[in-house]
């Protein structure tokens, strides 16, 4: 009895004393999901923005002879992806996925059931591999935009039903252990465009399916249950593909805040609407993934969409923008995919693509998305830490007019008092400065620099400048909110037909490096930090610690951008589950406290930070100021 009434004691005081949100607390072992073969951007090309739904073999056969024969598959770009247009049909009743013939010969067989492996054969023949195309929900994008196309599915309603929808691991059994593919994106128009009843549905005789992303709403999209049908693909893909060695990369355009939940389930997932061949689309697509630097990581990736270099604005006539382009997407850590008809590239355009330094940023095994080390509307500069400590800085010029940019040893963490050396990763160009040294960058140009110097942590690093080495378990986000600080382009679809370009991505309040989560000056009462981790609070950051450091520091408290001054928080540090720090609760014009830790031997160090809230109320902004791990 005795015993009995101890242990109520004992489990009634772990209850009161538990955070208020039950998935900040301690995991004690490193959460973020690093298998898959995606260790780093996954490279290649893809047949959607050259080709469209016009697809065939030879186009297909035709880039990745090219990929081989103009080097860049030695250089990389190794996956093969098919987009949109390959299927005939669902066959019925078994369901089986059957290859349209007639642009896929070499699919077919006697029994009429169709099979890639010969196409994949001859792709892994070449070393490269191959990647193929599907949606979460029944129908396809095409079916809904591209009416005109000669290759969308055909019959019956049901076997124009595509998609992965109730086939899941039959349609993935099929692609990865019958067909051999290495690589599927999985797009997500069956869930935002078949509402039963609507014109479309009635007009082509789908079957309509309730929709579970608004592409006009957050609170009409049902983020749960994206996430849901997305983790079931996750987990038939782990099941078909025992050694790992397959790439998951989400489409869902950034809806349904995947920002959130894309890291756990793919390799990558897309983080805005299509990418079109013009400026103000790079630039849109290239916001929505540079604030999100701690999402993204060996084996996760932010997708800002496929490259458009060749086309339009970043055509052969446009190489500066064709170069910023790329930069900028190597910077992002951004999944690097060709797609344009290889056959016939210019060497201008085989250049771009064949920059080995920039490749070499961009596939670092770090894993470091660049964090924006100097944020405006009209230049920004990005930073990128490698792996063996040197940084790459890319200078970047939004506008249509010259700007001058003066980059400063800080921005690259590293000393103002001795001499850094810069090379230029388009020109070569070699160059030092101490303390500081401007540039004039021509309109749209992103100048690319590696820099080496002596750093300001000489026995240390900022969490801030190793994001690929952290998972946000959880971001402290309860109320998804949109994010405005994404370039607002003329949507390419509809044009000015409608009140405003209004991006439905929700990323506002997510965790940043050396910035809030609402993009302000980490400060904590008038102290501010140029370092640091910006984050809400009730949530909980994981660092692995594979570098063996020693000792973690960091300078707490709330921050002076707060909208809710009410709350106090309290500050955890733990080493492989064991608390190893701690706050006094800390209120809203507190003095920044100091926080310092013994890590000896843990893997991984977690930083947690808690306060009361009600559902619906104000999150309260925290700031891990000049958050380090440091050794002797
Ligand atoms: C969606 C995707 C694109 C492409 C097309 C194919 O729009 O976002 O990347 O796959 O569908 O129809």
Redesign the pocket.
Known sequence: MKAINLLATTALIALVSLPVHAQTSPKGVWLGRDDGAAQTPPMGWNS?NAF??EVDEDKVMGAARALVDDGLAKKGYTYVNL??GWWLKRRQPDGRMIVRTRIFPSAATKDGATSFRPFTDRLHAMGLKAGI?TDIGRN???QA??LDSPNLPEGTAQERQVGLDGHEAQDINLYFKDWGFDYI?V?A?GLADYAPGSKRVIDNGYIGLEPEIDRSSLNRTDDARVEARYQKVATALKAANPDGDYVFSI?D?GMADVRRWGKDVGSSW?TS??ITPNWSSMLHNYDSAAGRALYAGPGHWNDP??LYIGAGDFDADHLTEARSHFSLWAMLDAPLLISYDLRKAPQALLDIWGNADLIAVDQDKAGNQATIAYDSEDAQILVKTMSDGHKVAALFNRTASPQTVTLMASHLKLRSDAPITLTDLWSKAQSAFTGETTFTLAPHETRVFSAQGPRELANGLYLSEMPGAINVADDGVRNPELDPAIHRMIDPWGGSRSGGSRPMYAGWGGAQADATPYGETLQIDGQSFTNGLGVLGNSLLQVKNDKGFTSFHATVGIDDSTRNRDRPVTFFVYADGKQVAKSPALRFGDRPFELNADISGARVIELQAVNDSERNEIPVVVTWGAARLERP
């Open positions: 959607w469209r739904t987009d949109d195309y396809a994008c095409s935009y591209n994106k797009d128009c489409c355009w897309r609407s299509d969409d496929i």
